[in-house]
Nanobody, 125 residues
Framework: QVQLVESGGGLVQAGDSLRLSCAGS????????MAWFRQAPGKEREFVAQ????????HYADAVKGRFTISRDNAKNTVYLQMDSLKAEDTGKYYC??????????????????WGQGTQVSVSS
């Protein structure tokens, strides 16, 4: 059973930084792309960032480009999201996701098969 557990969320002020972690279990994640999504209150879940299985390629939503960095440690089955220069509009629940097989994935929720329960990020202005 594949499980993803996010951690690292919290309440911060605008301009602060946070580092989210997503620990995977139930299989080795070495060959699978992983991504972060977020959902603000009253809004649909949206893509934040994606990293391919090797860690050699990343893709970001325009809203976070230049401020967020996704990375992974395959030896620890963990993916990270470093969030700098946080803004109030970054507030939301952050979810990590991965695919069921070693296949291409992008920015659509339907590209991913397994999801964590999420961690809340709140940014006060």
């Amino acid at each position: 059973q594949v499980q993803l557990v996010e951690s690292g969320g919290g309440l911060v002020q605008a301009g602060d930084s946070l580092r989210l972690s997503c620990a995977g279990s139930g299989r080795a994640f070495t060959h699978y792309n992983m991504a972060w999504f977020r959902q603000a209150p009253g809004k649909e879940r949206e893509f934040v960032a994606q990293i391919v299985f090797s860690g050699g390629s990343t893709h970001y939503a325009d809203a976070v480009k230049g401020r967020f960095t996704i990375s992974r440690d395959n030896a620890k089955n963990t993916v990270y999201l470093q969030m700098d220069s946080l803004k109030a509009e970054d507030t939301g629940k952050y979810y990590c996701a991965t695919t069921a097989g070693p296949r291409p994935s992008g920015s659509k929720q339907s590209d991913y098969d397994y999801w964590g329960q999420g961690t809340q990020v709140s940014v006060s202005s």
